[in-house]
């Protein structure tokens, strides 16, 4: 899309920020998530899963759970497709084991009972004999040459000779001569580093209500970001067509990645096929940790030369990743975002997906970048203390712009990453005095945003008002920048305008609400389908007035004629062509899909003081500031929320969230008192910058705001900790411990 | 298992049900009262999602039995509105985008009313401690912690 596309600025309604459309609902708890729905007759079902991180599955014997009074369907994995391949297969060896239990918490069976508490009795009396296997859950080890075999036939071709079955896939990207570049520094630095898994952490568990017959037609209503993907997986692992199984999303109590694939949904069909009744089931808080997609843990090394006046000569990073039992660990994106912020001559990356007796890795929220961007941002962090120079100035060196080759190998077109970095340094938060014992930590981050299949329609009332359906669950507000758009084009209130989440029966596919994508995407789309209904009502407005069709254009929300040749007609409101749109031709709606290519990346800069009790070894934040470039913000309070947001999880990510696995494999903390997320005592308010550099791709310069968010606070609160306490900690989380033992080893 | 009989008021209505003496009161209402604004996020007490007041008393709602309602006054969000009327802090969660997916928001509320029924004028640490037994990972709570603090300032100036 052509620049002057674009509307550059005098937007009406955009860049306000109503109430949201759902709002009643939600403050009054009207609103119907995942867990709320009831059917007639229905059934509760659980799941029965493997205690062993790694076990052949040598006999179940479901005899004694089916004679419990109230038991009506037992399912193990005969009762699923058989032969898939691909993600298909890895998604249904993930949600109902075949030969062997891969991890702590994989399923292996599921019952459905008359109650809940029957359901879970009867998990009880499900009989699993297994022969339990040698485990391993970190990635160097599961790496390493003896370690045990998970599945000696994942890797794929990309997998140089040489390597552990265990890796699976293998990434290399670059250009230039690195050693060059090395050679040309002053000083060039060396760092391994850790992160440990950490959860998305959705508040609501995954939930579903599923209704199968034996006709093959279903109909499944679950929480989901995107219930075309549920359906068709759903589909393809109980062996029935993608049409005839109907998927309504329900409200989604947050995802950010996690809910982007299935993992009960399946299983409620089964037992509903074989029950004949529908069945519901609602995962518990323990079984989210332990079989729902965590993030990889990571193993680093990164290496960047620098000259004495900040120019970066060379940058390289290794990046292994575990994404559990299954390839997909997004080491790929770790790769491609970790040095996206600088232009280099010469950089060389390299990853690796490695697969682990852990639950299979999804997708959260800029996958794979942030752990990439705390090894290499604390890297370029330790060369500017060093070379004593100032880390702001120093990434403005050597940013990437307009026209710069990226990292990854395309040419960036217009980005905003200079203008983070400026108004960074301009903002008050970057010159305020620092207490004692406090340190001050920045960092960029980086993430790509993604367009995707979408499918938007419109319909006009009679009564001059709008609804809209979007194939996109609404995560965090969509559904009001959806209206927000359509009144721009419309020339009508927000408020005339209801945007609905539609079925999948009803709009056709729709990619994930996920890579920042819905406003972007959905947003383009909902702008082209008012584009297509205003054309039509233009028409009507031109057969009315005896004129031509292009004689007549839209502004203001009516129909004009362009000009004094056209005739000398009064506006005509959409309202009144809509009052007889019956008898001038029917009923007016306005439609649009495609997959739309023009996402723009976006880049952040994050702001962080931070104070370490040198006694306890606690981290506290005592203030943030996150700067963004938006592309536009059609609802600044929603934007400012997601940057708001990417940061806390950032924080947790950065302090104290990890997945703690025991020498036998189990998760340790598999409960939120013992997965400590940030509460709000833990976190100072959090200021937002919204910056504004138009994305090309869009009609209005959005760029998708989710995930950039969680780029950058592991890393800026990294350096933050360095400059306060005087040492630099590799391994995420910093939590106390860690920290008591980096000051110990300092002395 | 042989069900107990409960007599109970939820949100000012009387109110029977049987429930297993294994039942929460978070299964009752959902379950069996059809009062699904309480949420389960975590079924352990730690994510606050299913707050709801027992007599007058802030509690997690998956931590007592469905039994212990017996002769007791539960108040849960679906009473926070009087009628068409929303309750201030109502007003502002949704004047301050305080939610996001909005599974948090019940838990919250319930909790940021009692907050105010026993302070009208917390700090915002108090606010932040009050509110640190219920999660919200959407928001990093900023607008929430400003939504309570200007409804409590509003409710101050009308009162
Ligand atoms: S569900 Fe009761 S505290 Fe989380
Ligand atoms: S708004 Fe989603 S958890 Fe609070």
Redesign the interface.
Known sequence: MALDDQKPSGFKFVGTSPDRPDGLDKVTGRARFGADAYAPGMLHGAVVRSPHAHARIVRIDTSKAEALEGVKAVVTRADFVDGLQGEFGFVLENVMAGEKALYDGHAVAAVAASSQLIARDAVKLVEVEYEVLPHVTDVDAAMAENAPVLNDSYADASVPAGHHPNVVRYHDSGHGDVDAGFAEADLVIEDSFKTEATHQGYIEPHACLASLGGDGKGELWCTTQGHWIAQKTCAALVGIDTSQLRVTASEIGGGFGGKTTVFIEPVALALSRKANRPVKIVMTRSEVFRATGPTSSTSMDIKIGMKKDGTITAAQGIFRLQGGAFPGAPMEFSAMCAFAPYSLTNVHQVGYDVISNRPKQAAYRAPGAPMASFAVESVIDELCSQLDLDPIDVRLKNASREGTKASYGPKFERIGLVETLEAAKAHPHYSAPLEPGQGRGISCGFWFNHGGETSVSLALSEDGTCQISVGTPDIGGSRASMALMAAEELGIPYENIRVTIADTATLGYNDVSHGSRVTYASGLATIKAAKDAVGKLCKRAAAKWGIPEDAVYWEDGCAKPSGANAGNFDPMPLAKITKSMGRSGGPISGHFEATPEGAGVSFGTHIVDAEVDPETGKTAVVRYTVIQDAGKAIHPSYVEGQFQGGAAQGIGWALNEEYIYGEDGRLQNSIFLDYRVPVASDLPMIDTVIVEVPNPGHPYGVRGVGETGIVPPLAAIANAVSAAAGVRLRHLPMSPPRILRALKDKG | MKKIHVTTTVNNDNVEFLC?P??TLL?VL??RLN?????????????G?CSVTVDGRLVCSCLVLGAEAEGKKIA???G??KGEE?HP??HK?????A????????GI?VAAKSLLEKNPDPTE?E???W????????????????AVMDTAADMREAS
């Open positions: 297993d294994r039942e299964d959902r379950d009062l699904t604004g309480a949420k389960e996020g975590c079924g352990t007490g730690d994510c999602a849960t969000v679906e926070i509105a929303l802090l109502q969660f949704i004047e301050y985008a939610l996001q997916c909005g599974i948090c928001t019940p509320l640490t606010v932040r401690y509110l640190a037994g219920n999660l919200c990972r959407c928001t990093g709570y900023d607008k929430i912690i400003r």
